[in-house]
């Protein structure tokens, strides 16, 4: 969907576009689809040249995914570049920023020897500096936008303890100040949220503002709801043989989603005839194992293959958005599933979840942190039928508006005409 300072519509020609993003998982890795396959996916499907450079250390599995640079083509056209980067252990470390400055500079390096794009598209972490995506736009003169994908270094500040918090944003200043100056010169800016975007363009005086656009990750809803109607196996299929309403959280079992919380529901909810369901993994995994095996309401089923998540939710009647209170996460993907399979939400998140939540009856919000309020909110689903019933077909009905090919549609677009708006800037004068 368009935000404003929509380019004007332009004809269409072929363009090199490069996308710069050392994270994510690539097709043949066993996670969801990410979000730089689906964006480089529908640009090649455009009819696009289209390259993702990208680390060949996965951040996700900790592994390498080749010894050295290589290319691998998808079939919607896609090239995958692997950079040969370091890997590293820890998610928060001196490991993570040295790998994603060799990433960026050995991009720039094997970049700055081909052909130049038309345009580039990047999310390169702001610790980069702008290595390689700014830095080659400046040099071949590409357009240049930036896809807002989450507000870091915001997030690691926040985590601190409030009184080191002005400590924090005082040590990552020289990041918000090239973070800024990459800003005020992009030609367009995309985000997965509103907030995200808000990001970007509060950086930018309302003269220079650029094109904008929003684009919900979003999934596959023809595909994951022809999934659902697939049967389970028979020895996870016994374990939902059980009477009244189930609720299903999937996800990371660690300290970003509120477990503690979920547990503490489960034992305030005995004897109201609903079960909580938890499936991942994660730090906190024993911990949910030690609750479930002597609680009636709680359930833990293990680490679930993605082909398996589809079929667990049409067992259920609700989906659990439980993130702790230090979460900045807008859109969720946990949001995209629940919706695809018309269950009834239970949130804890603000922001654009939540506004999605409350302005279309999907559900319910409780405060996180909170185990009272979570058991409050399902047993206030568990004592409303009809409106449970109201919840489910509004969910229902909404989650086409998530389908990834709805989100990404108007991309190739937009694109081609910020593209275009840039030539013309740089058309010499007759």
Same mark, same amino acid.
């Given at each position: 969907?368009?935000?404003?300072?929509?380019?004007?519509?332009?004809?269409?020609?072929?363009?090199?576009?490069?996308?710069?993003?050392?994270?994510?998982?690539?097709?043949?890795?066993?996670?969801?689809?990410?979000?730089?396959?689906?964006?480089?996916?529908?640009?090649?499907?455009?009819?696009?040249?289209?390259?993702?450079?990208?680390?060949?250390?996965?951040?996700?599995?900790?592994?390498?995914?080749?010894?050295?640079?290589?290319?691998?083509?998808?079939?919607?056209?896609?090239?995958?570049?692997?950079?040969?980067?370091?890997?590293?252990?820890?998610?928060?470390?001196?490991?993570?920023?040295?790998?994603?400055?060799?990433?960026?500079?050995?991009?720039?390096?094997?970049?700055?020897?081909?052909?130049?794009?038309?345009?580039?598209?990047?999310?390169?972490?702001?610790?980069?500096?702008?290595?390689?995506?700014?830095?080659?736009?400046?040099?071949?003169?590409?357009?240049?936008?930036?896809?807002?994908?989450?507000?870091?270094?915001?997030?690691?500040?926040?985590?601190?303890?409030?009184?080191?918090?002005?400590?924090?944003?005082?040590?990552?200043?020289?990041?918000?100040?090239?973070?800024?100056?990459?800003?005020?010169?992009?030609?367009?800016?995309?985000?997965?949220?509103?907030?995200?975007?808000?990001?970007?363009?509060?950086?930018?005086?309302?003269?220079?503002?650029?094109?904008?656009?929003?684009?919900?990750?979003?999934?596959?809803?023809?595909?994951?709801?022809?999934?659902?109607?697939?049967?389970?196996?028979?020895?996870?299929?016994?374990?939902?043989?059980?009477?009244?309403?189930?609720? #299903?959280?999937?996800? &990371? !079992? =660690?300290?970003? $989603?509120?477990? @503690?919380?979920?547990?503490?529901? /489960?034992? +305030? *909810?005995?004897?109201?005839?609903?079960?909580?369901?938890?499936?991942?993994?994660?730090?906190?995994?024993?911990?949910?194992?030690?609750?479930?095996?002597?609680?009636?309401?709680?359930?833990?089923?293990?680490?679930?293959?993605?082909?398996?998540?589809?079929?667990?939710?049409?067992?259920?009647?609700?989906?659990?958005?439980?993130?702790?209170?230090?979460?900045?996460?807008?859109?969720?993907?946990?949001?995209?599933?629940?919706?695809?399979?018309?269950?009834?939400?239970?949130?804890?998140?603000?922001?654009?979840?939540?506004?999605? #939540?409350?302005?279309? &009856? !999907? =559900?319910?919000? $409780?405060?996180? @942190?909170?185990?009272?309020?979570? /058991?409050? +909110? *399902?047993?206030?689903?568990?004592?409303?039928?009809?409106?449970?019933?109201?919840?489910?077909?509004?969910?229902?009905?909404?989650?086409?508006?998530?389908?990834?090919?709805?989100?990404?549609?108007?991309?190739?677009?937009?694109?081609?005409?910020?593209?275009?708006?840039?030539?013309?800037?740089?058309?010499?004068?007759?």
């Amino acid at each position: 969907m368009t935000d404003r300072s929509s380019p004007p519509p332009v004809e269409r020609r072929p363009l090199r576009i490069w996308l710069f993003n050392p994270y994510g998982p690539l097709p043949d890795e066993g996670w969801r689809e990410y979000s730089y396959v689906t964006i480089g996916s529908a640009l090649a499907e455009a009819g696009h040249d289209v390259t993702w450079w990208t680390s060949n250390f996965s951040h996700h599995f900790k592994t390498f995914r080749s010894e050295g640079w290589e290319d691998r083509q998808l079939p919607s056209g896609l090239t995958v570049r692997l950079v040969p980067t370091p890997g590293y252990r820890r998610n928060i470390g001196p490991g993570r920023f040295i790998r994603d400055g060799v990433f960026g500079w050995r991009a720039w390096r094997r970049a700055a020897e081909l052909p130049p794009p038309d345009v580039i598209l990047t999310s390169e972490p702001a610790t980069m500096g702008g290595l390689a995506g700014p830095r080659l736009a400046k040099q071949t003169g590409a357009a240049l936008i930036y896809d807002q994908m989450d507000l870091w270094p915001e997030l690691m500040v926040q985590v601190l303890p409030r009184f080191l918090q002005p400590l924090g944003h005082l040590a990552f200043w020289p990041v918000y100040a090239c973070r800024r100056a990459i800003f005020r010169r992009l030609d367009g800016a995309m985000a997965l949220a509103r907030p995200y975007l808000t990001s970007i363009t509060d950086e930018i005086p309302a003269d220079r503002q650029p094109p904008t656009l929003v684009v919900y990750n979003g999934i596959d809803v023809p595909a994951f709801r022809a999934v659902m109607k697939q049967p389970l196996p028979a020895d996870l299929a016994a374990r939902f043989d059980r009477p009244g309403p189930k609720a #299903i959280f999937a996800g &990371s !079992l =660690g300290p970003s $989603y509120d477990v @503690g919380p979920m547990i503490e529901a /489960a034992r +305030a *909810l005995r004897g109201s005839g609903i079960t909580l369901y938890i499936a991942g993994d994660g730090p906190e995994r024993s911990r949910v194992e030690e609750a479930a095996a002597t609680s009636d309401t709680l359930v833990y089923l293990g680490k679930l293959a993605p082909d398996m998540l589809p079929r667990v939710y049409a067992q259920c009647d609700i989906g659990l958005s439980c993130y702790s209170a230090s979460s900045n996460v807008e859109m969720c993907d946990k949001f995209y599933d629940y919706t695809a399979a018309g269950l009834i939400v239970v949130n804890s998140l603000g922001g654009e979840v939540r506004d999605w #939540i409350e302005r279309a &009856s !999907l =559900g319910l919000q $409780y405060r996180a @942190g909170d185990a009272a309020s979570l /058991a409050s +909110a *399902l047993e206030t689903i568990t004592t409303s039928p009809d409106k449970a019933a109201a919840w489910r077909a509004a969910s229902w009905k909404i989650g086409t508006t998530f389908d990834k090919d709805v989100q990404h549609r108007p991309l190739a677009g937009w694109i081609e005409a910020i593209a275009a708006t840039r030539r013309r800037r740089d058309a010499p004068s007759v």
